[in-house]
């Protein structure tokens, strides 16, 4: 009974992902777009759960809906006049789109066709973000800080290139 409930979840938030994916894609109203591509982020997320992956879920919840779509929201927000706008969906280059969504579709058959699925044992995979953590503190602690240092001179420039524009 529960592998019944987890598979009805499960394509629920498969639904819910591809039909807020298409609109973003689709949709004519920009706010509405940002909207949908957070439920679409929150539905990867869900999966990230179901595949195991916790840290993956949380870096998906926290990175991507908690700053980027966070940081595109107020944008739009704060920009003015973008209630109204309208965004042109025109029909450019539909053929070579669908040609070449069309083999990757066709690649991804294939490559499901190809893989024998059942020689992996799985097993319990476990929590994967304490052996993460303790990679990231241990073995890799030198990079993580090098990276973590580059990352705030970036937004130290970004912020100072802002204000000298604004300032000017």
Wanted: net charge neutral; no cysteine.
């Amino acid at each position: 009974m529960e592998s019944m409930a987890a598979q009805a979840i499960f394509y629920v938030v498969a639904a819910l992902v591809l039909a807020s994916a298409l609109y973003v894609v689709l949709g004519s109203n920009l706010v509405h777009a940002a909207f949908a591509l957070v439920a679409a982020f929150f539905g990867v997320a869900v999966f990230y759960v179901y595949l195991g992956a916790d840290f993956l879920a949380g870096a998906q919840v926290l990175i991507y809906v908690g700053g980027i779509l966070t940081l595109l929201l107020f944008g739009v927000m704060l920009t003015n006049r973008i209630y109204d706008l309208k965004i042109r969906t025109g029909k450019v280059q539909v053929l070579p789109g669908a040609l070449a969504s069309g083999l990757v579709f066709a690649l991804l058959i294939w490559i499901i066709g190809a893989v024998d699925w059942g020689a992996m044992d799985t097993g319990d995979p476990g929590p994967s973000s304490e052996p993460l953590g303790r990679l990231l503190v241990g073995d890799y602690v030198l990079a993580f800080e090098i990276a973590s240092v580059l990352l705030l001179i970036a937004l130290m420039g970004a912020a100072m290139l802002v204000r000298r524009r604004s300032g000017s």
